[in-house]
């Protein structure tokens, strides 16, 4: 009897050991629990900066009023100053100087001293004077981008906006010595303006006093542009006639015109 007792003993003990160490396994377990939950996930990755990156910044812009030059009769004045990435971006209006189809062909940006290429240029808007006597207006930043045309503009003088691109310029360069000068312009139609800025029919109006009856026509397509007198024409295959044809359509179509319009930049 007395080792019976101790046996019952014994299993007790046992028995309690064994509830005592699970007690203390499920309080382990649920702490362990606990300190996993509150580890929580960042909210939103696409609000981080990945490492070694720099935030995006919205363009840094600078405003003129009163930088301004002339050359040969025509004016430009810079409208804006700003940085994109890593180009210079500065808005140029000038008055175009007959109805040839001008652009600014030669810049350049000086950065302390160091010159930046042009890289081309985007039209913003403009209002374009033509030798049929019409006079249109396009402005860029419209959803339609659609010429919009009026005899009342003809009282007006023809412009142009460009924003002018120099590329792989300093990021700091708003806040250095910035020069501008630009030093040409030239008259060369696109394909899809070619037939419209050559006006044939105002050629062959003129052509006329000298040679009547004389029949002219201009294509565009096909990547093909052109002028030529119609086959129909009396005056086809005529040489002399060919030789004015020319001098008319390139007096129309295209120009060079070369100055300097300097502007002082520096943002102080």
């Known amino acids: 009897m007395k080792i019976t007792n101790k046996r019952v003993v ?14 203390l396994l499920s309080l382990f377990m649920g702490s362990t629990k606990a300190e996993v939950t ?14 070694g990156t720099e935030p995006e910044h919205e363009p840094q812009i600078v405003l003129f009023n009163d930088k301004i030059a002339e050359y040969d009769n025509l004016t430009m004045q810079v409208l804006k100053m700003s940085l994109s990435g890593d180009d210079a971006i500065i808005d140029v209006f000038w008055e175009l100087k ?46 339609s981008q659609e010429d919009e045309c009026s005899n009342d503009w003809l009282k007006e003088t023809p412009y142009r906006i460009d924003r002018l691109i120099f590329a ?14 630009i030093t040409g312009m030239e008259a060369f139609p696109s394909e899809s303006e070619y037939c419209k800025v050559l006006n044939i029919e105002h050629i062959q109006k003129i052509m006329q006093d000298d040679f009547p009856g004389l029949e002219l026509e201009c294509f565009q397509e096909d990547g093909f542009q052109g ?38 930049l520096t943002n102080n």
Not at 38 to 45: G, R, T, V, Y
């Open 10 to 23: 014994t299993i007790l003990l046992s028995a309690i050991v064994i509830v005592g160490m699970a007690y």
């Open 38 to 51: 509150e580890i929580q996930p960042p909210a939103d990755l696409s609000n981080t900066n990945p490492e």
């Open 98 to 143: 007959d109805p040839r189809d001008w652009k600014i062909n030669n810049a350049v940006l000086e950065i302390d001293s160091q010159s930046y290429s042009y890289a081309g240029f985007d039209l913003v808007e403009g209002l374009f004077h033509y030798s049929d006597g019409t006079a249109c207006k396009i402005d860029m930043q419209q959803l």
């Open 168 to 181: 792989n310029v300093p990021r700091d360069f708003l806040s250095r010595s910035v020069q501008l000068m």
């Open 227 to 264: 002028y030529q007198i119609k086959e129909s024409s009396v005056f086809a295959g005529d040489e002399k006639v060919l030789a004015s044809l020319a001098d008319h359509a390139v007096k129309a179509l295209f120009g060079n015109m070369a100055g300097v319009w300097k502007f002082e």
